[in-house]
Each structure stands twice: as structure tokens, then as C-alpha cells.
């Protein structure tokens, strides 16, 4: 059963293509695909070789929670590691100054002995101090280099001069009918809407100039044949959220699979298994098919959410992607601010900015290496190239090695204790409405439908919930915040933040974060920031969220050593979380989408719960608009109990599941559905 009525949500498509001819020199010869013993190491990597991610002129930060860069870190300043949890970088740090730093900066106490000089293995002279809410950073080695040289540039294009000009043109999937293009044209103002505008590469190259674009409902660009298209975009006043699709003729870039395993892996498909057509495409005829030239000096460019197979060439000062981009081309820009925020927000190709200082935030990931003047890594950021593995410092004769005193051992700092609510009992929800829901629509637009009664128009929308993407710290705060509210009436309960989380002001998850620091969940953290968490730390937050307190004993070997450990006591005592065996509880290892639902499901008692609708029909994965919940999976009717509303009868209200309830509750208002 759909709904028929339906208010569009924000929907952002994003774009990216690139310049075909590269700008820049080659990377750092001493390095970069180098072998391991042309700089005295040795390794059992597979390829030998040395793998710079990331190539930077002046520092590098790794700050925050849960980051991961696959590859070598190549910096001519300081590479700087914050106290988070569970960072990781599969490579070696080589930099341009005395050493790399653990987490203290330059004035906050650090010593000389607390710099890194040198080669550095992490399981054999690197102990970095940790607390309750942190672990030790995981590296590779280090190399101290102060020959280290950056030697790239940006040359800014210039659009070409088109003899073939038309002055307005309106491209329209629905009426007037879609337009094709195959020769080089200059748009004085091109308006599209839909799938309105084809260009058609079968005879040769096409080369489009738009001097206004003006974006209508969700655009698209459609490439047929194998040739290149460079599209010039010259107008500024579209490029606070530029909202287009460009894909080809025979690929649909909103049905792409995932990419992305929870684990830092990227998914390599098995022998038996077609490929991805996106990048049978590439194979074909390459990623530089598709050129988008966008944007000037003084611009910003935002490239927010949607998907496209392009590159991306920039002359302007800010670029950012984010939105659950899905990009499949390298960007260069002579920007001088890059970057990518927000969970499912992927560039898949090499991200070359050497005047900007780079921010990879938000649960984004850059399949490809990175090339830029700084970069900060932060909020789940992930970088993935390809991994370095050094074993071993070859035997050649070392360098003076200065004495240094050895650092005191660091007590851990212990978990905060429980905060009871002035009640001190447990709170219980009733869990009547629903508040998971998916991802914004890959798509939403109206369609006409033939029938015996002359037609109709009807909604065709495509939605994700995601099962495999990792659940978040924000999400899990907000679906808690929800639960409270729902079941206690205190949705008008003021919870101010703390000063480790007042970069979240304003965010739509901002309430739920406050109330959890009300509880204690985040004494002793500096910074609370937003990303994937682990399996053991969603146990903390229900406990303090919940105000848990009985608790039992577990066989679970692998969480004796864990902060998390009277947590997930607590969860197992009241029947909310269990492990995939007597012994093994996984409290490490980050938590998907549909772990979370059957926890919460758990909680609120939804497991005997049924999937009929009020009106007798049974509520499938189609009722809610889900393009990823495949019947038979065994996460599919636990996903979908877990976003449907009921009433007291055990009935499942569609309506009220449709309706806007987030707005009403956290004030957020992204999925206005009526």
C-alpha cells in the first residue's frame, strides 16, 4: 500500500568531472610507487611497492574517532594524531620535520622524548596513552625526512569560444519532450528538468557552453556513445547546491551497488559476480568520457548529494561534495577550501587540490589518492587507496638514536559512573510510532499511469534503508531522544550541550547528543564527534540513555578487556543485545543499520510484532517506498517492524508511518511526507 499524496523532500544530486589533460607533475619519485628498500625497509607487501594516499605540502591532522587512511601519508609538515578511537592508517607517515606527533601539540605539554624519530612499528616502540574512550592509533612505521619537496600546480582553464549559439533552451523529461544535442553548442540559458537533455557523442566529441543553468526537478544528463563530452557550467548563482545527475545511456547511476564492507574494506566483487556496469563503462572507454568545467574565482561550488560518472575541473575558491554523494571520476581544482561530509558520500577517483586545505569529514569516503596543500581528517573520514605494509627496518647503518627518558605509565582514565535519573528507575518506551527511517529518496518524481479509467498521475520514489552502512553515533542519539520523547512526553525538555559537542549547534541531532551528555555518557571526552560506532559503545549509550542498571554475568571472552564491558553486561542482562555466540560478542567491531533496528526492536518489543496494515493488507518493503530490502533477507521484516508505526491494536497505521513525525519531535525537516 502507497500513500498518494506525497511532498517532495530535499533531494540533491551531486557532479563532478575533471580536466582531461593533468596539470601536475609526477609524485614524490623517492615515494611514491617506489620500492620499500629504496628508503631502508623491507616488506611482505604483495606489489613491494610504496603507496602515498595522501601527498600533502603542510600538515596533516588525523583528529577525532574511527578515521582510516589505506596507503602511505607523505607530508612536507607535521603529521598530527589526535586522542580518538580507533584510528588507523595502513601505511608508513613520511615527514618533512623532526617527527610526528602522538597528540599533543606544540604548547600543550609535549616534550622533546614525546616526539617520534625515525622509523617507528607500532607493536614495537609506540605506546600511545589512552582512556576510556579512546585506543591506540594503528600505523604502519614512520620515516623522518626533511628532503621532503611538493612540486604541484593548478592551471586554471579557460572556456572555449562556440560558433553554434542558442539563446534559451528548456529541456524537459515531461513536456515539451527531451532535447539531444550532438555538436558543440552554446547555451545562453539552458533550463532542465528531468531527464531533458541528451548529448549524443556517436559522431565525434561534443564541447557544451551554459552561460545560465537553471535546475528544475531532479536534472539529468543523459551521454549516448563512447566519445567525450566537456560541459562548461558559467553562472554562479546555482552553485550553493548544483543538482544535476550525469550517467550513460545504459547505466542507472540511482541502482549502483554498494561499496563499502563496515570494516575500512573496499568490496571487490567475486569471481561470479557481474561486474559493476558503471565501471564496464569505464573499462571501455575510460573515466574521462565526461568533463564538467564549473565555477570561477571567488565561487563556491556544492556538489550535494546525487550520483555521476564524470570528472570534475574547478576554478573556484570552495568545493564541496556531501549529501550521500556517489561521484565515479578524479576532481582537480585550483580551490583554496575542499571538502566531502556525510555518510554514503563517495568520490571514486583521485582528488588532486594543491592550494586547498582539505576537510574529509562525516562518515565520507575517497576512494583514491589525495593530493593537497593541508588535510584534516575527522568524523569518520576515510581515505582508500591502497594498503603499505612495512615489516622492518632494513639492516643499513642507523642514525644516532638520542636517549630520552621514558614516559611514565598513564593509568587509564576509568569509565564514568552511571547517573541515575532523580526517579532511579529504568525508563521503559512504548515504542508506538515509528522513528527509523531511510536515507533521503534516490528519487522522487511524478509519473502518469495509464487505466481503465483514463489515467492517473502517481508517485515514483525510490528509497534506501541501508541495512549494510554503519549505524552513527548521531543516529543512535537521535532514535533515543525519539523513543524518550515519545513514550515520557518531554519533547519540550531543554537539554543545553557541553562544551565537547558545541561544534553540533543547530545539527538535527543536537538534542539527542545533549541529552546523552546530560547522562554522563561523554564525561572525560574531549570532543564528541559523529561517525560509525562500534557494537560495545551503542551498548553505553542505550545504558546511560535508559537509565539500565541489572546486570549479569556473560561468557563472552572478548569483551574482558573492553571499556565497554558492564555495558554490554547490562544490555545482555535485559535481553537487548546478544552475541553470535556464548563466548563472542564482537564489541569492536562497528555496527550496521540492521543490527541496530533488531536491537531496537528488542527494546520496544517489537519481535512478536506482525507486518498487517490496518486495512488487512500486509506491509512489504514497497509500502514504504525501499529499493533495498529484498524479501527473504533476513534482515528485511526486522527493517521494516522497526520503521512502521502501530497502533493498540498491533496494527500497522501507514499513515502515521507516512506522516512527518521527526518534524514534530526533533524539529527535523527533511522527510515531509503527507
Not at 615489516?391 to 642514525?399: G, L, R
Not at 543490527?595 to 488487512?616: H, K, P, V, W, Y
Amino acid at each position: 500500500m502507497k500513500t498518494k499524496k506525497l511532498i517532495a523532500l530535499l533531494l540533491s544530486s551531486a557532479m563532478l568531472a575533471a580536466a582531461a589533460v593533468p596539470a601536475f607533475a609526477a609524485a614524490p619519485s623517492a615515494y611514491d610507487g617506489q620500492p620499500y628498500e629504496s628508503v631502508g625497509c623491507t616488506s611482505d607487501d604483495p606489489d613491494g611497492e610504496i603507496n602515498l594516499a595522501v601527498i600533502a605540502n603542510g600538515k596533516v591532522d588525523i583528529v577525532g574517532d574511527a578515521m582510516y587512511i589505506k596507503g602511505s601519508v607523505y607530508s612536507n609538515d607535521t603529521v598530527y594524531v589526535g586522542n580518538g578511537g580507533g584510528n588507523k592508517v595502513d601505511g608508513l607517515f613520511v615527514s618533512g620535520v623532526k617527527g610526528m606527533w602522538d597528540y599533543k601539540t606544540p604548547g600543550d605539554g609535549a616534550t622533546e622524548d614525546q616526539y617520534r624519530l625515525g622509523y617507528i612499528h607500532v607493536d614495537d616502540d609506540h605506546q600511545m596513552t589512552t582512556n576510556a574512550y579512546s585506543t591506540t592509533l594503528q600505523y604502519e612505521g614512520a620515516i623522518l625526512d626533511t628532503e621532503t619537496s611538493f612540486d604541484y600546480a593548478y592551471t586554471p582553464y579557460e572556456v572555449p569560444e562556440i560558433a553554434n549559439t542558442v539563446d534559451n533552451q528548456i529541456a524537459n523529461q515531461w513536456g515539451p519532450a527531451p532535447i539531444t544535442v550532438d555538436k558543440d553548442t552554446h547555451f545562453g540559458t539552458l533550463e532542465l528538468t528531468g531527464a531533458g537533455l541528451i548529448i549524443d557523442t556517436t559522431a565525434g566529441d561534443v564541447t557544451i557552453v551554459v552561460d545560465n543553468f537553471n535546475p528544475g526537478n531532479s536534472p539529468e544528463i543523459t551521454v549516448r556513445g563512447n566519445n567525450k563530452v566537456n560541459l562548461y557550467i558559467n553562472n554562479s548563482t546555482i552553485f550553493g547546491n548544483f543538482n544535476v545527475t550525469i550517467h550513460n545511456e545504459d547505466i542507472n547511476m540511482w541502482s549502483l551497488p554498494g561499496l563499502w564492507d563496515g570494516q575500512y574494506n573496499y568490496k571487490e566483487p567475486p569471481s561470479w559476480q557481474p561486474k559493476d556496469p558503471v565501471q564496464d563503462f569505464f573499462d571501455a572507454f575510460g573515466a574521462t568520457n565526461v568533463n564538467l568545467y564549473i565555477g570561477k574565482a571567488g565561487d563556491e561550488v556544492v556538489l550535494n548529494g546525487g550520483r555521476m560518472a564524470a570528472n570534475v575541473y574547478s576554478n573556484a575558491d570552495t568545493l564541496k561534495v556531501g549529501g550521500t554523494a556517489r561521484i565515479k571520476g578524479n576532481i582537480e581544482t585550483g580551490a583554496k577550501t575542499v571538502e566531502t561530509d556525510g555518510a554514503g558520500t563517495y568520490i571514486e577517483g583521485k582528488v588532486v587540490a594543491p592550494n586547498a586545505d582539505t576537510l574529509v569529514s562525516g562518515s565520507s569516503t575517497i576512494l583514491g589518492q589525495v593530493i593537497t596543500n593541508t588535510l584534516t581528517i575527522n568524523g569518520a573520514g576515510q581515505i582508500i587507496y591502497k594498503a603499505d605494509t612495512a615489516a622492518a627496518k632494513s639492516e643499513v647503518t642507523p642514525e644516532p638514536t638520542p636517549e630520552v627518558t621514558p614516559e611514565p605509565t598513564v593509568e587509564p582514565t576509568p569509565e564514568p559512573t552511571l547517573e541515575p535519573l532523580p526517579t532511579g528507575e529504568p525508563l521503559e518506551l512504548t515504542g508506538g510510532y515509528a522513528y527509523i527511517f531511510g536515507y533521503e529518496p534516490d528519487k522522487i518524481q511524478q509519473i502518469w499511469v495509464d487505466d481503465e479509467e483514463g489515467g492517473h498521475t502517481a508517485w515514483d520514489i525510490e528509497v534506501r534503508m541501508a541495512p549494510e552502512d554503519a549505524v552513527t553515533r548521531e543516529q543512535v542519539a537521535a532514535m533515543i531522544m525519539r523513543m524518550i520523547d515519545q513514550s515520557y512526553d518531554t519533547k519540550d525538555a531543554d537539554y543545553p550541550l557541553t562544551p565537547n559537542m558545541t561544534q553540533h549547534a543547530g545539527a538535527w541531532y543536537e538534542r539527542g547528543l545533549a541529552y546523552l551528555a546530560s547522562k554522563g555518557t561523554f564525561d572525560g571526552v574531549e570532543s564528541v564527534d559523529i561517525g560509525p560506532v562500534t557494537r560495545g559503545e551503542v551498548a553505553k549509550l542505550v545504558v546511560c540513555g535508559l537509565n539500565l542498571t541489572e546486570t549479569t554475568e556473560t561468557s563472552f571472552a572478548d569483551i574482558a578487556n573492553s571499556p565497554y564491558k558492564q555495558y554490554i553486561e547490562i544490555m545482555n542482562a535485559y535481553g537487548y543485545m546478544h552475541g553470535d555466540s556464548e563466548t563472542e560478542f564482537r564489541p569492536d567491531e562497528i555496527m550496521n543499520r540492521a543490527e541496530f533496528c533488531s536491537m531496537f526492536n528488542n527494546i520496544i518489543g517489537r519481535n512478536d510484532m506482525g507486518l498487517t496494515a490496518q486495512d488487512g493488507s500486509t506491509v512489504t518493503a514497497e509500502t514504504y517506498y525501499f529499493v533495498d530490502l529484498p524479501a527473504g533477507a533476513w534482515y528485511t521484516d526486522i527493517m521494516l517492524k522497526a520503521t512502521s508505526a502501530y497502533d493498540d491494536e498491533g496494527l500497522i497505521d501507514v499513515d502515521t508511518r507516512l506522516s512527518n513525525i521527526r518534524n514534530t519531535l526533533d524539529h527535523y525537516d527533511s522527510q515531509n511526507i503527507a
